[in-house]
């Protein structure tokens, strides 16, 4: 795959453009958008950008990140707090994501998402109330490993890391991690699955694959 250099500012405009040219696969009134890409890629900053972008548009958006939707300590540490395997299929609360996040967002649905559910810190529901997404309006989802789970997205993007821009760009207190995202790469090939690639190994000078 040919990867064309872009700044974020113009990827972002790109992404915004397509996003008011794509329909919602199931017909429904709300467009679904996956920023995939661990947190050293930073998926949330991207998210937040084209969120934005939007908005100057005129459309409404809501904006959620799957670390809002962990599961319980008491389940994501059952085998350890640094178990790469657990991370990768046990740490997200997927099925609450579903129910919760597109679950509004399908067809006849109410539009009224939930922006996030569990608090890592407090291990408590966090409580938030549920947010209207006007029709027409557009969800981002951003964390990682989000396209390895069927989740009904209209546009994905996936934020590529090397392995060893990832390594140098993971906090060492989370390098126990890595391993996850190489199963991932592995196990779904995210790079391949998305519908946009971008490569962030320099967080200055990204690079992508472009829209058709």
């Known amino acids: ?58 459309r409404g958006v809501v904006v959620v990140g799957a670390g809002g939707f962990l599961r319980p300590a008491s389940l994501r540490f059952e085998y350890g707090r640094e178990d790469p395997d657990t991370y990768y299929s046990g740490w997200f609360d997927t099925g609450a994501l579903w129910r919760e996040v597109f679950g509004p967002l399908e067809a006849g649905g109410s539009g009224r998402v939930l922006p996030d559910l569990w608090d890592p810190v407090t291990d408590r529901a966090t409580r938030s109330p549920r947010v209207e997404l006007p029709a027409g309006g557009v969800l981002l989802l951003h964390g990682p490993f989000l396209l390895g789970h069927w989740f009904p997205f209209d546009l994905t993007v996936h934020l590529r890391l090397s392995p060893g821009a990832l390594e140098r760009r993971t906090d060492e207190s989370e390098r126990w991690t890595l391993p996850a995202y190489a199963r991932y790469e592995e196990e779904v090939g995210p790079g391949d699955a998305a519908d946009v690639l971008v490569r962030a190994d320099d967080p200055r000078h990204p690079a992508w694959s472009g829209i058709g």
Not at 2 to 31: C, V, Y
């Open 1 to 58: 795959m040919r990867l064309e250099a872009i700044t974020w500012e113009r990827l972002t405009e790109h992404l915004a453009e397509q996003a008011l040219r794509t329909t919602a696969g199931d017909g429904g009134p709300w467009l679904r958008i996956g920023v995939d890409g661990a947190p050293a890629a930073r998926p949330g900053e991207l998210a937040a950008r084209v969120a934005e972008a939007l908005r100057v548009r005129g």
